[in-house]
């Protein structure tokens, strides 16, 4: 009885530490290769990526950008994810999709026609390399909200638009203690009055809750003036609001991390680069002669540049991190 | 094509708004109502998912412009749609987004916002005028919302499939304008009442 009561307890600690490490893994994610890159180097990464998408309507280049963004997702998110984020994706494809074929009458190959309306397999081809644009383009973007934490945020985009970089922050940090805020009202609405019902109560709750909020977030924002949080980071700002008001910072800024452009980083911004410059610039001399209407042309234009400049910075996660992961599931499976 | 012209056309049109409103250089106080404002916007817009398009953001935001100046406002906007689909998941439309919304708090503070802005001494006309103002930007709203996807998706449908899509979106639009007046009308007064309180209890500026 005594032993599996223990077992029992341990079981549920271990159950706790396993629930408080996915937590942690959530907010601040566990380190990979990728994640320790610098925010530019990151940042340059999926604006490349992006603009590469983004460029043609060609079926190659937009299915290997988003079979690498599923791999990539399947890496570093799993497949629990994947499958989630499709729930969603695949109706808004089927969307597009459907509303090309109804509405596009262009396109010389007739599957079928209806009175004056004619579908053609013209327009269901170019719906579904559409489709296929705006599913890879959010994979993507859900790589970069995962990446793209919002410490590097500020730290990439705090020098330049401190404003918005500072509100930003405050706004993340604002939403749980708005909900959790909401909920302590409610709850003491309810105990002092169980009976009250309708909206009179809501719109209370939600008026304590804002001018509640306010004269928190007053205190907070003194307190970030005091410690330099309106200018760069290290700066102390000493200059004078536009009302004349004196700004001066009791201390100077520090920040939560800091980034060093190391050596490797800045190859893998100039490797970046070239990548994006190659690829944008074979792409938009080749695909030109591709199109849809009336019959698909120029499938063939597509150049080798193009393809290989896509498919190495696509797959650069992968080869980061996909060595490590296989390496380190062969140890497990040995041990 | 089309879809990173579009996005990069509207990026370039916010451009110099963010450049106004950071030469404004607000102190973090003057900051605080909009982040607040924001944040319970953000929070309503997820907590109503559930019903199509019924969400506090807009009537906030216009709140926001109101009540703290244009760039006050345009920030209110920003933030709603930047964080909100950090969430709800980015996409191309956050740009767009981004636009629509800031636009919704720049001219409520363009149209609205006076130096002593005093809810106490509202007139019936100056209340219409806003309700009026949020239907209206509500409606356009989502107008913008159904031109982005049709510039980006189904450029090729014309005309017919231009219309097709405002009509489709139509439904989605008139929810969206019935949620926005309902909560400028329960919000309004009261809520303006206690930011001016506020605002003269603390020395809120307007930006």
Same mark, same amino acid.
């Given at each position: 009885?005594?032993?599996?009561?223990?077992?029992?307890?341990?079981?549920?600690?271990?159950?706790?530490?396993?629930?408080?490490?996915?937590?942690?893994?959530?907010?601040?994610?566990?380190?990979?290769?990728?994640?320790?890159?610098?925010?530019?180097?990151?940042?340059?990464?999926?604006?490349?990526?992006?603009?590469?998408?983004?460029?043609?309507?060609?079926?190659?280049?937009?299915?290997?950008?988003?079979?690498?963004?599923?791999?990539?997702?399947?890496?570093?998110?799993?497949?629990?994810?994947?499958?989630?984020?499709?729930?969603?994706?695949?109706?808004?494809?089927?969307?597009?999709?459907?509303?090309?074929?109804?509405?596009?009458?262009?396109?010389?190959?007739?599957?079928?026609?209806?009175?004056?309306?004619?579908?053609?397999?013209?327009?269901?081809?170019?719906?579904? =390399?559409?489709?296929?644009?705006?599913?890879?383009?959010?994979?993507?973007?859900?790589?970069?909200?995962?990446?793209?934490?919002?410490?590097?945020?500020?730290?990439?985009?705090?020098?330049?638009?401190?404003?918005?970089?500072?509100?930003?922050?405050?706004?993340?940090?604002?939403?749980?203690?708005?909900?959790?805020?909401?909920?302590?009202?409610?709850?003491?609405?309810?105990?002092?009055?169980?009976?009250?019902?309708?909206?009179r109560p809501l719109t209370q709750a939600l008026s304590s809750l804002m001018s509640w909020s306010i004269e928190d977030a007053i205190q907070t924002a003194d307190s970030m003036q005091a410690r330099g949080y309106s200018g760069r980071y290290g700066d102390r700002y000493e200059g004078k609001y536009e009302n004349g008001d004196d700004t001066k910072s009791a201390v100077r800024r520090s920040s939560f991390r800091s980034y060093h452009l190391t050596m490797r980083d800045i190859c893998m911004l100039i490797a970046f680069g070239m990548l994006i410059v190659m690829g944008t610039a074979s792409l938009f001399i080749t695909t030109r002669e591709f199109g849809f209407f009336p019959v698909v042309y120029g499938t063939e234009q597509l150049s080798g540049i193009a393809l290989f400049a896509a498919a190495v910075l696509m797959s650069f996660p992968l080869v980061l991190e996909g060595g490590q992961q296989l390496?380190?599931?062969? =140890?497990?499976?040995?041990? | 094509?089309?879809?990173?012209?579009?996005?990069?056309? +509207?990026?370039?049109?916010?451009?110099?708004?963010?450049?106004?409103?950071?030469?404004?250089?607000?102190?973090?106080?003057?900051?605080?109502?909009?982040?607040?404002?924001?944040?319970?916007?953000?929070?309503?817009?997820?907590? $109503?998912?559930?019903?199509?398009?019924?969400?506090?953001?807009?009537? $906030?935001?216009?709140?926001?412009?109101?009540?703290?100046?244009?760039?006050?406002?345009?920030?209110?906007?920003?933030? +709603?749609?930047?964080?909100?689909?950090?969430?709800?998941?980015?996409?191309?439309?956050?740009?767009?987004?981004?636009?629509?919304?800031?636009?919704?708090?720049?001219?409520?503070?363009?149209?609205?916002?006076?130096?002593?802005?005093?809810?106490?001494?509202?007139?019936?006309?100056?209340?219409?005028?806003?309700?009026?103002?949020?239907?209206?930007?509500?409606? $356009?709203?989502?107008?913008?919302?159904?031109?982005?996807?049709?510039?980006?998706?189904?450029?090729?449908?014309?005309?017919?499939?231009?219309?097709?899509?405002?009509?489709?979106?139509?439904?989605?639009?008139?929810?969206?304008?019935?949620?926005?007046?309902?909560?400028?009308?329960?919000?309004?007064?009261?809520?303006?009442?206690?930011?001016?309180?506020?605002?003269?209890?603390?020395?809120?500026?307007?930006?």
């Open positions: 009885m005594g032993q599996t009561l223990v077992q029992a307890v341990g079981n549920s600690d271990r159950n706790a530490i396993r629930i408080s490490v996915n937590r942690v893994g959530r907010s601040a994610q566990l380190a990979t290769r990728f994640s320790l890159l610098h925010p530019a180097v990151m940042l340059l990464f999926f604006a490349g990526v992006i603009l590469l998408t983004l460029l043609s309507y060609h079926p190659a280049i937009l299915g290997l950008s988003a079979g690498l963004a599923i791999l990539n997702i399947c890496l570093y998110m799993g497949i629990a994810r994947l499958w989630q984020l499709l729930q969603w994706v695949i109706p808004m494809a089927l969307v597009v999709i459907l509303f090309n074929m109804l509405f596009n009458h262009r396109g010389a190959t007739e599957l079928l026609s209806i009175g004056q309306w004619t579908f053609t397999l013209e327009s269901l081809f170019f719906g579904a =390399s559409i489709a296929l644009m705006l599913t890879a383009i959010m994979f993507w973007f859900r790589l970069y909200s995962q990446f793209m934490t919002s410490d590097r945020f500020l730290y990439l985009f705090a020098p330049i638009v401190p404003t918005i970089a500072l509100s930003v922050a405050m706004v993340q940090r604002w939403i749980p203690l708005t909900k959790q805020r909401f909920v302590q009202i409610r709850n003491a609405q309810k105990m002092l009055n169980p009976k009250a019902r309708g909206v390496r380190w599931m062969q =140890s497990v499976r040995k041990a | 094509m089309n879809l990173l012209l579009s996005s990069l056309v +509207v990026t370039a049109v916010l451009i110099p708004l963010i450049v106004a409103l950071e030469r404004a250089r607000p102190r973090p106080r003057d900051l605080m109502p909009v982040i607040v404002l924001a944040a319970i916007a953000i929070v309503g817009r997820i907590a $109503l998912m559930p019903i199509p398009n019924f969400q506090p953001a807009t009537a $906030l935001i216009v709140l926001a412009g109101l009540f703290f100046g244009r760039h006050a406002g345009l920030l209110c906007g920003m933030l +709603v749609a930047l964080v909100s689909n950090m969430v709800l998941g980015h996409g191309p439309w956050t740009p767009w987004q981004m636009l629509a919304w800031g636009g919704v708090g720049y001219f409520a503070g363009v149209f609205f916002c006076r130096d002593d802005q005093n809810a106490h001494f509202f007139t019936p006309a100056f209340k219409i005028a806003v309700l009026g103002y949020g239907i209206a930007v509500s409606l $356009l709203y989502g107008l913008l919302m159904d031109v982005q996807f049709f510039i980006a998706y189904a450029w090729q449908t014309g005309w017919t499939g231009l219309m097709t899509t405002i009509g489709m979106g139509l439904p989605m639009n008139v929810s969206h304008a019935v949620s926005t007046s309902i909560f400028l009308a329960l919000t309004l007064v009261p809520w303006g009442k206690k930011l001016h309180r506020l605002r003269t209890k603390y020395g809120i500026n307007s930006i």
